[in-house]
């Protein structure tokens, strides 16, 4: 630090390199922090009601790093786990509120998951929108990937997905989002991620706290009534 007769507390250099430092994987949770907000959009902050189930791990999942899901990024939040094993399995991130994403009402967004990757891994994601404590496949499903092989040498992988927030989610409340990675089938040891109670047997279940804002957009019909009346 540059303490000058100045009283410049840091010089220009520091100011870029501690912005580059929290652009970064590590750090990036401090350039979007609720600290910066006006306002923490759920007061007094409650996790998600408690869904249907609660995938657990196998036991050789728990044994060794197979895989799991070490990093999520969405709506500008990134969170980050570790694989099974140093997780404990199922771990609810959603009982951290700094960790509460943030979605708008009918927005479209792209959900990026970050896996060990270390083999052929499959992964599946939802949104419990209308937080009934279920997960739908077919309506609330936000990612699904799998793959049969691994590039050699590879040490991770980022999987990623675009969806639309219905317009009829609940608002305004934690909802739980879930995401379940396991080793691929192709491997014989474990069945397919089926649904949001799948439990894994090499990999891990992770939940996650999402709230919905509305949009706030005008109806047309309201549009063209001011429209009319300013004529």
């Known amino acids: 630090m540059n303490y000058t007769a100045c009283k410049t507390l840091f010089t220009q250099g520091q100011k870029d390199r501690m912005l580059a430092a929290a652009a970064g994987p590590f750090r990036a949770s401090l350039t979007n922090s609720y600290a910066l907000a006006s306002l923490y959009p759920v007061n007094p902050y409650s996790e998600p009601i408690a869904s249907s189930c609660t995938p657990q791990t196998g036991t050789p999942g728990l044994g060794a790093t197979y895989a799991g899901v070490t990093s999520l990024n969405l709506a500008g939040r990134m969170i980050q786990t570790g694989p099974a094993p140093q997780d404990g399995g199922y771990k609810n991130n959603g009982t951290d ?87 691929s089938t192709s491997y014989g040891l474990n069945g397919v991620v089926s649904s949001g109670c799948t439990a894994p047997v090499y990999g891990q279940a992770e939940d996650y706290a999402v709230v919905i804002t509305p949009s706030f957009l005008l109806p047309a019909h309201g549009r063209a009534s001011r429209s009319a009346a300013r004529r």
């Open 97 to 183: 509120c700094h960790t509460l994403i943030q979605l708008s009402q009918g927005a479209t967004y792209t959900l990026d998951v970050k896996l060990l990757g270390a083999y052929a891994e499959q992964c599946k994601g939802w949104i419990d929108f209308n937080n009934d404590g279920l997960f739908d496949n077919a309506t609330e499903q936000v990612i699904s990937y799998t793959e049969n092989s691994v590039p050699s040498g590879r040490t991770s992988l980022s999987i990623s997905n675009s969806f639309s927030v219905p317009v009829d989610a609940v608002l305004n409340t934690p909802l739980r989002m879930r995401i379940i990675d396991d080793l």
